[in-house]
């Protein structure tokens, strides 16, 4: 089970940091990542982690911007988001997968509620 947290409504140019926490499983056995879904739009990658935390991968237009850590030992995985636009508003959802082409390509075994962000211009 996957549950995230850190979501809420701040200006452009801020930066917020989402936590999603995972409560089964061996934490450090899986890749793990975010997506995001806006308004009429189709959910979306926004980067991943592979299961040490050593290798990130980020969609272009987050990329410098969004960075993604994880804690093996307290089973969390984070994405710190600083230079805040409107256009990054969207639900984000946590996600992860033993197997990192499915995680990518949004096909993961395990997803989390969602968190809503919203950025004021």
């Known amino acids: 089970q996957l549950v995230e947290s850190g979501g809420g409504l701040v200006q452009a140019g801020d930066s917020l940091r989402l936590s999603c926490t995972a409560s089964?499983?061996?934490?450090?056995?899986?890749?793990m990542g975010w997506f995001r879904q806006a308004p009429g739009k189709e959910r979306e990658f926004v980067g991943a982690?592979?299961?040490?935390?050593?290798?990130?991968y980020y969609e272009a237009s987050v990329k410098g911007r969004f960075f993604i850590a994880r804690d093996n030992v307290k089973n969390m995985v984070y994405l710190q988001m600083n230079n805040l636009k409107p256009e990054d508003t969207a639900i984000y959802y946590c996600?992860?997968?033993?197997?990192?082409?499915?995680?990518?390509?949004?096909?993961?075994?395990?997803w989390g509620q969602g968190t809503q962000v919203t950025i004021s211009s």
């Open positions: 089964t499983g061996t934490f450090s056995d899986y890749n």
């Open positions: 982690t592979d299961w040490s935390g050593t290798n990130d």
């Open positions: 996600t992860g997968s033993d197997n990192w082409g499915r995680l990518v390509a949004g096909a993961s075994e395990y």
